[in-house]
T-cell receptor, first 118, second 112 residues
Framework: DVKVTQSSRYLVKRTGEKVFLECVQDMDHENMFWYRQDPGLGLRLIYFSYDVKMKEKGDIPEGYSVSREKKERFSLILESASTNQTSMYLC?????????????????FGEGSRLTVL | QKEVEQDPGPLSVPEGAIVSLNCTYSNSAFQYFMWYRQYSRKGPELLMYTYSSGNKEDGRFTAQVDKSSKYISLFIRDSQPSDSATYLCAMMGIQGAQKLVFGQGTRLTINP
């Protein structure tokens, strides 16, 4: 089974702190994603990566950066945490090619990291 | 206006009922339509996948896509308490580079 592991399930940080959220996948997937999930807003894409050292902004990249030094690992960085970044953060991975009935481009998600910024 | 609209609920129905979950969308370029199920304190998991229009059935679950109306549905027959979860619709276009656009999610509770 595909496994996407997020290093921390629950974090509490203070405003202004630098926060690292780590994600590791074990299925050699090319694509990795970071989403945040908030009540009433659903999942919103922060950043994604198609390959090592490649990154692209999603819909809400402000206040975040990412790092992908190895294929299996994708890190989300909050340079200076703020209270409006209190949220559930979800990492996901997928194969690079998709289309048709056999390869759906399915996203495999981790269990999430709930971050509270005080 | 959001690209994908989904009623967040909550929706509560008795066991055995037929459940209908829906999403509307505005982007006519969407070609791939999915439903993810998310249990409490877990990440979402793919439940159903449909390419373009039409119906797809998998056990008690049926996914429908009506591209002319920009409307997708998920039906659950003979609902069970184990179906209690948040259901998220998601969609993307051919050029979407797997950038899924998600609905807000509908929280569903099946009461025994």
């Amino acid at each position: 089974d595909v496994k996407v592991t997020q290093s921390s399930r629950y974090l509490v940080k203070r405003t202004g702190e630098k926060v690292f959220l780590e994600c590791v996948q074990d299925m050699d997937h090319e694509n990795m994603f970071w989403y945040r999930q908030d009540p009433g807003l659903g999942l919103r894409l922060i950043y994604f990566s198609y390959d090592v050292k490649m990154k692209e902004k999603g819909d809400i990249p402000e206040g975040y950066s990412v790092s992908r030094e190895k294929k299996e690992r994708f890190s989300l960085i909050l340079e200076s945490a703020s209270t409006n970044q209190t949220s559930m953060y979800l990492c996901a991975s997928s194969l690079s090619t998709f289309g048709g009935e056999l390869n759906t481009g399915e996203l495999f998600f981790g269990e999430g990291s709930r971050l509270t910024v005080l | 206006q959001k690209e994908v609209e989904q009623d967040p609920g909550p929706l509560s129905v008795p066991e055995g009922a037929i459940v209908s979950l829906n999403c509307t969308y505005s982007n006519s370029a969407f070609q791939y339509f999915m439903w993810y199920r998310q249990y409490s304190r877990k990440g979402p998991e793919l439940l159903m996948y449909t390419y373009s229009s039409g119906n797809k059935e998998d056990g008690r679950f049926t996914a429908q896509v009506d591209k002319s109306s920009k409307y997708i549905s998920l039906f659950i027959r003979d609902s069970q308490p184990s179906d209690s979860a948040t259901y998220l619709c998601a969609m993307m276009g051919i050029q979407g580079a797997q950038k899924l656009v998600f609905g807000q999610g509908t929280r569903l509770t099946i009461n025994p």
